[in-house]
């Protein structure tokens, strides 16, 4: 049997009352939401459980939300037995990753993305800057459009490299719409995201050297798993190449397709999604069909990837 990497989705996979079950099943994914409440000093739990959907959907909100409910389900894999050989996640999701490889505490890690969540939504006010998916474009041309329709007023530039065909610009709303018009005009498909801000853009500049001081406040360790970087589609284990990749991170593209194919060159053949949503085994199919992709978000997968990964009948 081939390797096993473990992803971690980003923002976009959330979903009012996700985790609810497991949490009300299991005392171990309860213990994990109790001690981001507690961290955070704030009933993080109950917007995950009961929304609104636009609470949830704040990014200073969603960030740990998303950690929350991926490290639960990853602490139920791990009494299970079941172990990656290599890690990753999207953009957010890195960090779900580098709880997972060791590399920080989960404590640490909510305490950082909560506050990644509130200096993104500093940096660039709500309103200002937005996302949009390119469709069945190709990369090199819309580099060339980013870089045109970029002057001193309006900036956009690639956010997300996700799959064949499947790119995200991330900048000002003028330049976001400027570069959707004219992709458009050669034939490319282009849906705009509901997201906060313009995450992944120069624009994350001014967040990024604030969200240095927040990294300074936490334990960066080596990690146990290498993690393929998000910055470079490249395993690390260094702490402080963690760090500064973290940093770097903020308003670099997201290498996904990249670090899928980092993943089958490092021999892995099966792709365990950790968390909610199904978002990275839909992208890891695009990159290669043949790909053993298992998504896992509540008890019954749990316990059905347990079987196919250890090739025994486990009770459930």
Not at 10 to 37: P, R
Not at 62 to 82: C, D, H, M, N, Y
Not at 166 to 181: F, L, M, P
Request: charge should be negative; proline fraction near 3%; aromatic fraction near 4%.
């Amino acid at each position: 049997m081939g390797k096993i990497a473990f992803l971690f989705p980003g923002q976009g996979s959330q979903i009012v009352g996700m985790g609810k079950e497991l949490v009300a099943q299991e005392a171990s994914a309860k213990a994990i939401f109790d001690k981001a409440d507690e961290k955070l000093a704030m009933k993080l739990s109950n917007i995950i459980f009961e929304g609104p959907e636009d609470l949830l959907k704040r990014t200073e909100n969603t960030q740990p939300a998303l950690l929350t409910v991926s490290t639960a389900v990853l602490e139920l894999l791990k009494q299970r037995g079941i172990q990656a050989d290599y890690v990753a996640g999207h953009s957010l999701g890195e960090y779900s990753a580098l709880v997972a490889a060791g590399s920080l505490s989960f404590e640490d890690a909510v305490y950082a993305v909560r506050n990644r969540g509130l200096l993104m939504e500093e940096a660039v006010p709500a309103g200002v800057g937005t996302m949009a998916a390119v469709i069945g474009f190709d990369q090199e041309r819309l580099e060339t459009i980013t870089k045109e329709v970029t002057n001193g007023e309006e900036s956009v530039q690639i956010a997300n490299l996700n799959c064949p065909g499947q790119i995200v610009i991330s900048g000002t709303v003028g330049g976001v719409e400027k570069a959707s018009v004219l992709a458009k005009e050669e034939g490319a498909k282009v849906i705009p995201l509901q997201v906060s801000g313009p995450f992944h853009s120069s624009l994350m500049k001014p967040a990024a050297d604030k969200f240095n001081e927040i990294l300074d406040q936490i334990e960066i360790n080596e990690a146990k798993t290498p993690v393929i970087a998000n910055v470079t589609a490249k395993a690390i284990t260094d702490r402080d190449k963690i760090k500064e990749k973290l940093i770097e991170q903020l308003y670099s593209p997201v290498r996904w397709e990249e670090t899928v194919r980092e993943l089958m060159d490092l021999g892995v053949d099966t792709f365990v999604e950790i968390g909610p949503g199904k978002v990275l085994s839909g992208l890891v199919k695009k990159v290669n069909r043949r790909a053993n992709v298992i998504a896992v978000n509540d008890l019954e997968t749990i316990n059905m990837a347990v079987e196919k990964l250890k090739g025994e009948s486990v009770d459930a």
